[in-house]
Nanobody, 124 residues
Framework: QLQLVESGGGLVQAGDSLRLSCTAS????????LAWFRQAPAKEREFVAG????????GYADSVRGRFSISRATRENTVHLQMNNLNPEDTAAYFC?????????????????WGQGTQVTVSS
């Protein structure tokens, strides 16, 4: 069984940076792609960034491209999401999710394993 654990959320001011981490354990050989999603109150869960497990090829939502960077620390089975120049619209619960297919899907329904989430709050 595959487990995902997120860390690194917190309360910051607009313009600040945060780094989220997602550590995978268990059946990590089943991971084809891992992605970050976020969900703000009363809003649908949305794709933020994703990465292919095999070659670390990234993909980003338009809303974060140029500000966020996703990377994989191979030896630790950990994926980081570096978030720079944060703004209040980035406030949400952030979740990492994994799927077996080697495909950078942006659809939450395509991901079968989820972490518990970490809260990011950006004040103006």
């Amino acid at each position: 069984q595959l487990q995902l654990v997120e860390s690194g959320g917190g309360l910051v001011q607009a313009g600040d940076s945060l780094r989220l981490s997602c550590t995978a354990s268990g059946r990590t050989f089943n991971i084809g792609a891992l992605a970050w999603f976020r969900q703000a109150p009363a809003k649908e869960r949305e794709f933020v960034a994703g990465i292919l497990w095999s070659d670390s090829r990234p993909g980003y939502a338009d809303s974060v491209r140029g500000r966020f960077s996703i990377s994989r620390a191979t030896r630790e089975n950990t994926v980081h999401l570096q978030m720079n120049n944060l703004n209040p619209e980035d406030t949400a619960a952030y979740f990492c999710a994994a799927r077996r297919l080697r495909d950078l899907s942006r659809n939450a329904a395509d991901f079968g394993v989820w972490g518990q989430g970490t809260q990011v709050t950006v004040s103006s």
